[in-house]
């Protein structure tokens, strides 16, 4: 990678000073991982990967320590982004991203919070990973051209057009949301209409082209493997389950991606997370994430801020 950057060396001082300077910068880099993959545990492994290469490197050497780390993560993410990619063509019925927790933080180590919606996410699986590379340093970070291009070993006119295709594909799949105000209020509705199992209140709630996708990887019996689209059909669907699915379950609002969204839990045991995206047309999509091992982060989360 080199010596990135324009300015001086960077002096090192001592591991201690090292770490903190990496704490500091943790954030971007996960941002970026994340975003990249879609998983926490995933984007987690990246970061500490370039922590352990970042204290065997010599330092020295590098000029401008936050735009090599930012590099390094970047690749390694297209490295594993193709790996996931693999993984995903035997994956069982749909894949959606792990939701991640940002009470803390909404826009993920972001200069924006672009590429963090589950809605956007799942569109970014469609794009090359250096077309989804050059989106995410640009739509959420506001890198210049010549940075991304540097990123991506390419030419500054390539990365306009990465960057170019990227932005065509989303906005080809994807009508704009509302605010996070607006979405929870209709999320809110979406629930109450759910656990009761209205379904003329569902229907009133959906756009005409709404579509419900579930995540259940292949583990969860309840969890349906196939897409569900149409007004009347997705209201048919949540409310044949409500009368047997929602008894004994306790639900938590949650800060994810974000944007608000519930983890529904019973006996202390998450069952699902989901959230909805919202247009000016109503709810166009329905995220259900059941698979276990995406539900665990986020329901910690939700745990620690309980006990507090």
């Known amino acids: ?15 201690d ?34 922590w352990v ?12 320590a936050t735009a090599f780390l930012v590099t390094m993560t970047t690749r390694l993410a297209i ?19 792990e939701p991640v927790d940002t009470t803390a933080d909404p826009q993920l180590g972001a200069e924006r919070g672009e590429a963090l919606e589950t809605a ?3 569109l970014l699986e469609k794009l090359s990973p250096t077309e989804r590379a050059a989106f995410v340093l640009r739509e959420a970070f506001d890198y210049p051209y010549a940075r991304i291009a540097e990123v991506l070993q390419t030419k500054v006119s390539n990365a ?4 170019s295709r990227a932005r065509q594909a989303v906005a080809a799949e994807r009508q704009k949301s509302v605010d996070a105000t607006a979405q929870h209020k209709l999320l809110e509705a979406f629930l109450s209409a759910a656990q009761a199992g209205d379904f003329d209140e569902l229907e009133s709630l959906f756009a005409a082209e709404v579509a419900s996708y579930t995540d259940g990887g292949g583990t969860v019996r309840d969890a349906s493997r196939f897409p569900v689209f149409g007004r009347v059909r997705v209201a048919k669907f949540i409310a044949a389950f409500a009368s047997r699915f929602w008894p004994g379950m306790r639900v938590d609002w949650v800060d ?20 909805v995206n919202v247009t000016a047309d109503g709810i166009d ?13 986020i329901a910690a989360a939700v745990r620690a801020r309980s006990a507090e």
Do not use: C, H
């Open 53 to 64: 290469k970042w204290q065997a490197y010599d330092r020295t050497a590098v000029r401008d």
């Open 17 to 50: 000073a090292v770490a903190d300077d990496f704490a500091r910068l943790r954030p971007r880099l996960f941002g970026i991982a994340y975003r990249m993959l879609g998983s926490v545990a995933d984007a987690e492994d990246i970061v500490q990967d370039v």
């Open 256 to 275: 994810a991606n974000g944007r608000p969204s519930v983890l529904a839990s019973r006996d202390g045991v998450p069952v699902v997370w989901f959230t």
């Open 120 to 122: 956007v996410l799942v």
């Open 79 to 97: 490295n594993a982004t193709q790996t996931a990619r693999a993984r995903r063509e035997t994956y069982v019925g749909p894949w959606l991203p």
């Open 160 to 163: 306009r057009k990465l960057l």
């Open 285 to 297: 999509r329905v995220y259900w994430v059941m698979n276990p091992a995406k539900l665990e982060r």
């Open 1 to 15: 990678m080199g010596s990135t950057g324009n300015g001086p060396p960077v002096p090192d001082n001592g591991l």
